[in-house]
């Protein structure tokens, strides 16, 4: 007995798919839009997608990052020497007191320098930034209650 890849009923093509009137509806729909907006007058770009937001967010990462950095990387520094150097660590610096605790307490010191440098970007930065922004989404605003 040998195999007959043809099937014992005659082949018959798929059904038709049905007429969807849902999707004739959405084109009718999306046409009649488009004609209402073609006689409308030309819009700026929404807000949302406006390149100073992304000036901004870049701003706000550039400001958080410095900062970060600044106050953990110390921190970090202080951690390696504790551990990968005690010897420097346990030495005496000025006023016999040892290098480890010297550097310990200049910790806050730096951590106050890099909250100030975080108000310093914010200040002459991202601050005008937000502010144009924020005038210019109330400007939208009122334009869009005129309406």
Do not use: C, N
């Not at 488009?34 to 770009?45: I, K, L, M, Q, T």
């Amino acid at each position: 007995m040998s195999y007959d890849p043809s099937p014992s009923y005659p082949h018959r093509p798929p059904p038709p798919p049905p007429p969807y009137a849902p999707r004739r509806q959405a084109q009718h729909a999306q046409r009649a839009q488009d004609a209402r907006s073609a006689h409308r007058a030309p819009r700026r770009d929404p807000l949302g997608h406006h390149s100073d937001l992304r000036i901004l967010r870049s701003a706000y990462r550039r400001q958080r990052r410095t900062a970060t950095l600044a106050a953990l990387g110390y921190f970090t520094l202080f951690l390696l020497l504790s551990a990968y150097a005690p010897g420097l660590m346990t030495g005496t610096a000025a006023g016999g007191l040892p290098t480890g605790l010297l550097l310990a307490l200049a910790q806050l010191p730096v951590t106050w320098l890099a909250i100030a440098l975080y108000e310093h970007t914010a200040r002459r930065r991202v601050d005008p930034l937000a502010d144009r922004i924020r005038k210019e989404a109330e400007l939208d605003a009122r334009r869009g209650a005129g309406r």
